[in-house]
């Protein structure tokens, strides 16, 4: 086994990493928003890495998503600016129905746009009463005519109010579906979330009677559960990325304070308590960096089959994230505690990372039933 990045991967890895440090210094405003930044997102398009999040038959950048590749590019993005991570991100979380459930269409249609970032897609999968348990979901797609009529309300979807169309997941009959549906279709509100503590572009959704073609469904009929599966294969394995790159950046801030800070007669680096919690920070970060990469290897062969290590990579990662930014504030004392800086930034970003795309319990319980299914 090869544990080393080959050359295609570290020249991904270098142009993100590039692009990230470029963006560095609009990371305070872009985080602090609910809207899109608009110098960021003129940025990640001049960048060309959302070609990432499409095959190169749409203007993509490789033959099919690699998981990897966008692993690697979440990694640098997060650990400068978590508003570039998310707008990232989304162009793939957003697209990846219409990838490989499509029609002709739809791909040609808006897949170049996604690779250019000329337009921004959002995944609508979260209700105000279902959450993880995506069988409560009570928005619907009813026949009506030669079309769909689409009925209810989602909540805390990412790219909401700046969408140019929404991938839906609804109830079609005892089935479920996914439908994509232009954001300017009559009958579509968007109602600004309640503001979070790491900010977001994110809203509300609510459909009313919005009419739509019955050439919108993705996939057939009941296709809905499956398209929602393969799409957290590839991009839950993601999150895991993004908090590996969280973790790093908080360690090398944590790093170059306790390197020049002296206390009781030396470098705070060189007490041990302070050595100790570093040293199993770097430690953790490594660990989580090697089960999302070979997670992320598998889910670019199979990403259904491939869930459930999606999921422990994100658990794991995400996870982890949470206790080596914890560490790093208590080891920076009470400059880790100062709003406005980078460390604090890092920490109120990633408690959030232990909910979104699969609460951490809720990813426990699928892991768990895996495993009894699996010993002898």
């Known amino acids: 086994m090869n544990f080393e990045l080959d050359d295609k991967y570290l020249a991904i890895q270098g142009r993100a990493r590039e692009f990230a440090r470029s963006i560095a210094h609009l990371a305070p405003e872009a985080d602090s928003m609910s809207t899109v930044h608009t110098g960021i ?32 590019v979440r990694e640098a993005l997060m650990a400068q600016c978590c508003h570039a991570d998310s707008l990232f991100a989304m162009q793939g979380i957003g697209s990846y129905t219409i990838n490989i459930a499509g029609s002709v269409e ?5 897949l170049p746009k996604i690779a250019s970032a000329e337009c921004l897609p959002a995944f609508a999968l979260t209700e105000p ?42 109830r079609d009959g005892s089935d479920y579906s996914m ?26 959704v609510q459909f009313d009677n919005v009419r ?25 394995v993601s999150v895991a990325g993004a908090a590996v790159g969280l973790a790093q950046a908080a360690l090398e ?20 308590p302070v050595a100790q919690m570093l040293a199993d920070c770097w430690t953790e970060i490594e660990m989580a960096r090697l089960i999302t990469y070979r997670a992320a290897c598998m889910a670019g062969e199979d990403s259904v089959k491939s869930v459930n290590y999606s999921s422990m990579a994100k658990l794991g990662a ?44 809720v990813l426990r319980l699928g892991i768990a039933k895996e ?3 699996r010993v002898p």
């Open 318 to 361: 995400s996870e982890m994230a949470s206790r080596v930014v914890d560490r790093c504030v208590q080891v920076m004392g009470r400059f880790g505690l100062v709003v406005g800086t980078k460390m604090e930034r890092l920490y109120r970003q990633a408690r959030p990372m232990r909910i979104y795309e699969g609460a951490s319990e």
């Open 129 to 170: 009463d279902a959450g993880s348990d995506l069988k409560r979901v009570t928005t619907e797609i009813a026949t009506d005519g030669d079309g769909f009529c689409l009925n209810g309300d989602k909540s805390f979807i990412s790219n909401a109010g700046a969408a140019s169309y929404f991938i839906v997941f609804a």
């Open 179 to 204: 439908v994509l549906v232009s954001a300017d279709a009559a009958g579509i509100r968007v109602v600004p979330t309640p503001e979070i503590i790491a900010p977001h572009v994110m809203g509300e």
């Open 371 to 373: 495993l009894a299914d």
């Open 106 to 110: 739809q791909r040609e249609h808006w």
């Open 41 to 72: 997102l003129e940025n990640l398009r001049e960048s060309g890495l959302s070609r990432l999040m499409v095959p190169a038959a749409y203007g993509g950048e490789h033959e099919k998503l690699d998981p990897l590749a966008i692993c690697l």
């Open 253 to 272: 801030e944590a790093v170059r304070h306790t390197r020049t800070r002296e206390q009781f007669g030396r470098p705070m680096i060189r007490l041990g």
């Open 212 to 236: 739509i073609p019955a050439t919108a469904r993705l996939g057939s009929k009941g296709d809905g559960m499956r398209l929602v599966l393969a799409t957290l294969g590839v991009f839950r």
